[in-house]
């Protein structure tokens, strides 16, 4: 019980600093000309940040749906990769799958797979995404409501909250080795990467560093030490 109260917790706090960059969201859609039902539509349906900016950003520099459509689902790739890490600890059932495919996000995952087990990890995941989810698209709301009044959001300090949201996420997995391995693994890959890729692939490059990791945890494993978490 204690376990579940302590990232219950986090998963809340993690989900209201969220709620936040959502307001960024909504702020950024209504001063791009998207109605409250568009910017809506986005946060409900596609609910993943990075990709509803991306979105917003080549609809409001004259690019086309085609090319705002790619831009989403190019940066939103990485999401897929979640799913064969997961699906152990989410258990069977195709309707429970189907939300739980809306739910597979940054944020849930690194929040399931700090956990112990896989009750905790699973109890994370669907904890996380609901506040998750209700935080954001609230946010997105209020966003495009206050837009008129939020026009620089970078002024109240809200573009701060995208980068340590991210950071929280990162810190419980520094932990262990392969935690650390992958971060260091990553970053490397991301100092190298992004000056030299296009937007939106330093991402899915990055991904690359679950590789070492895991190799690292299985090493572990196979010695009798602790990799920490449920991977």
Known sequence: MRGLVGHRH????LAAATGLIGITFGVFADTSGFSLYQASALSVLTFTGASQFAVVSVIA???STAAAVGSGLLLA????L?????????????????????FLIDETTAMATAQEDREHGRDAF???????????????VLGVLLGGVLEDPGAWGL???????????LV?????????????????????AVPTTAAGLPMLLAAAAVGPGLWVAARSN??????????
Do not use: C, E, K
């Open 10 to 13: 986090q998963a809340f706090t």
């Open 61 to 63: 520099g004259g690019g």
């Open 77 to 80: 790739a990485r999401n897929s």
């Open 82 to 102: 979640y799913g064969p890490v997961m699906a152990p600890m989410l258990g069977a059932g195709r309707g429970r799958r189907l939300v739980a495919a809306q």
């Open 126 to 140: 669907w904890f996380t995404g609901i506040w998750l989810f209700l935080f954001w698209n609230t946010g997105t």
């Open 159 to 169: 573009d701060a909250a995208f980068p340590a949201a991210f950071v929280a996420l």
């Open 172 to 192: 419980p997995h520094l932990r262990t080795r392969p935690g650390r391995v992958t971060a260091l693994t990553g970053a490397a890959i991301a100092v190298v």
């Open 222 to 231: 196979r010695a009798g030490g602790d990799s920490g978490g449920v991977l």
